[in-house]
């Protein structure tokens, strides 16, 4: 058996590599790049990491190799768990590569997203991750600059930053527009959170009815966060304007489902008085009565496909290729609402 290393307040990697029965270069894999080693050799480290209480130095080995191991996600909100999937599956194959994540919130402002951009620069992270492709001139500036690897999430767009990986919010506009026109529906409201790709998708619900013939469709644009409470106010303000649709788009199944909590208090049937869609299909979705109609968006298959484009060019960094470009979709899911 492996001797115990005796305590010590300046721990190396060869304390680490007695104890584990293994040499300090295996230990200094296993921490740093856990995907060469065997699982075997790797939960030996492990055990013995936890035995010592070995603290790695990331700076020095940051220094040495030029990589920090560490990648930035920049998300709008924590309020909702629409974003959930996408980070668990992103951080997951991030940890099983051995980089660590750091998570910031922009709360849906490009200015905010500048202010933590400039935090995070000097850190020099490997990688970073931000939802959407509204940046402000100075971000992109930067971004540039840095040479960073940088992946968009949750958005199309015809002029990236570097990588993509999302879908279209224009095609989810249009298509629930088409949806419910072809459902016979010709009275529309629009709810949407003040954020700016539900306001896309919102306006591409209008901008699509109204190639229809449909004109002056009322939208409420509200203050995030999106809360049960803001999609109960939206539609008492929809309400207050003007007489009652037959349909409501809402740019959340968070909103949706505050929604349907207001028609209820009103004694308003769903989808008989007024019909309701979302978007986001979260778990609450077929779980509410009446079952709530939505748009599915695959939040696992964005994140995988985040981690992968990003260590990819990890391991290819002189030899790119072509630009990643991965549209993931969605898919429209008929509940009970409509």
């Excluded at 700076?59 to 309020?79: D, H, W, Y």
């Excluded at 940088?150 to 527009?177: C, K, N, T, Y």
């Amino acid at each position: 058996m492996p001797k115990k290393a005796a305590p010590s307040t300046n721990l190396t990697l060869i304390d680490v590599a007695k104890v584990a029965g293994v040499s300090p270069i295996t230990v200094s894999r296993a921490l740093s790049r856990p995907e060469v080693v065997s699982e075997q050799t790797r939960q030996k480290v492990m055990a013995a990491v936890r035995q010592t209480g070995y603290v790695s130095n990331m700076l020095a080995g940051s220094l040495a190799s030029n990589k920090s191991r560490l990648v930035a996600i920049f998300l709008p909100t924590m309020a909702n768990s629409i974003f959930a999937d996408t980070v668990q599956a992103l951080m997951e194959r991030l940890a099983q590569a051995g980089y660590q994540t750091l998570l910031g919130l922009t709360g849906y402002s490009a200015e905010q997203e500048e202010k933590l951009l400039e935090a995070i620069l000097g850190r020099r992270p490997d990688g970073i991750v931000l939802t959407g492709t509204l940046h402000t001139e100075s971000s992109r500036l930067r971004l540039a600059q840095s040479g960073i690897p940088v992946v968009e999430a949750w958005d199309l767009a015809d002029d990236p930053l570097d990588m993509l990986v999302g879908f279209s919010h224009e095609r989810v506009g249009e298509a629930i527009a088409q949806h419910l026109l072809g459902k016979g529906y010709r009275r529309f409201s629009v709810i949407s959170l003040g954020d700016p790709r539900g306001v896309r998708r919102c306006q591409s619900v209008i901008d699509e009815l109204g190639r229809h013939g449909i004109d002056a469709v009322p939208l409420q644009v509200m203050t995030p966060p999106a809360t049960l409470k803001t999609g109960r106010d939206g539609l008492q303000q929809l309400l207050e304007q003007g007489p009652l649709p037959e349909v409501v788009v809402c740019s959340s199944d968070t909103i949706a489902q505050g929604v349907l909590a207001e028609a209820a208090s009103r004694g308003l049937r769903v989808p008989e008085d007024l019909a309701v869609m979302g978007f986001g299909d979260l778990s609450a979705a077929a779980q509410v009565y009446p079952a709530l109609s939505t748009v599915s968006v695959d939040g696992q298959l964005i994140g995988q496909k985040v981690a992968q484009a990003l260590l990819e060019r990890f391991n290819n960094a002189d030899n790119v290729g072509d630009p990643v470009r991965i549209d993931t979709g969605f898919k429209l899911i008929e509940r009970q609402t409509t």
